[in-house]
């Protein structure tokens, strides 16, 4: 059974650092891109970020752009977030997903992760 | 920037045959993806490359795109498919969504 299992989410202040994981199992993890959707509290769906089967290629959106970084361990079955300087705006649960390249679809989604940034 | 535009709201009578459009700029240019996702759940997928279906979904599920519209059709409504529902499509190496659509069974 293909699974993603997200974790690391929490309370952080404003300004300060969380890194994210998941977990992946179930199918060849270092033949799919992966990517970050999140969710902030009642609100739509926002994707955050992509990265490619080996890590050559990574995309943010632009609000995350130079306080976020994704990246893999295809060794650990891993993706990771790294986000830093984060604001209230970027409370949210974090969605990790499989991204099957041909066709661009995400497929499918961890649990989530919830991340509040507050004082 | 692109931009999906989706109706806040879907009412239909169970039984019935529900649309939910998205909108964008040349949107039938592009592979269009949706979504569903129930309160609590993390999104499913239930249609990509406009039309098919993952393996799992029922086939009253369906999608179509062109021109600038993408539609997501449920025919023969049931109570279980009320949920959000979330376009998303491509621009510029960037993955975007619309923004989502409640979809309530009266």
């Known amino acids: 059974e293909v699974q993603l299992v997200e974790s690391g989410g929490g309370l952080v202040q404003p300004g300060g650092s969380l890194r994210l994981s998941c977990a992946a199992s179930?199918?060849?993890?270092?033949?799919?891109?992966m990517t970050w959707v999140r969710q902030a509290p009642g609100k739509g769906l926002e994707w955050v970020a992509n990265?490619?089967?080996?890590?050559?290629?990574?995309y943010y959106v632009d609000s995350v752009k130079g306080r976020f970084t994704i990246s893999r361990d295809n060794a650990k079955n891993s993706l990771y977030l790294q986000m830093n300087s984060l604001r209230a705006e970027d409370t949210a649960i974090y969605y990790c997903?499989?991204?099957?390249?041909?066709?661009?679809?995400?497929?499918?989604w961890g649990q989530g992760t919830l991340v509040t940034v507050s004082s | 920037s692109y931009e999906l535009t989706q109706p806040p709201s879907v009412s239909v009578s169970p039984g019935q045959t529900a649309s939910i459009t998205c909108s964008g700029d040349?949107?039938?240019?592009?592979?269009v993806c949706w979504y569903q996702q129930k309160p609590g759940q993390s999104p499913v997928l239930v249609i990509y490359?406009?039309?098919k279906r993952p393996s799992g979904i029922p086939e009253r599920l369906s999608g179509s795109n062109s021109g600038n519209t993408a539609t997501l059709t449920i025919s023969g409504t049931q109570a279980m498919d009320e949920a959000d529902y979330y376009c998303q499509a491509w621009a510029s190496s960037a993955a975007l969504f619309g923004g989502g659509t409640k979809l309530t069974v009266l």
């Open positions: 040349k949107l039938g240019d592009k592979f």
């Open positions: 997903a499989r991204c099957e390249s041909s066709s661009w679809r995400f497929d499918p």
């Open positions: 990265i490619k089967q080996d890590g050559g290629e990574k």
């Open positions: 179930g199918f060849t993890f270092s033949n799919y891109w």
């Open positions: 490359e406009d039309s």
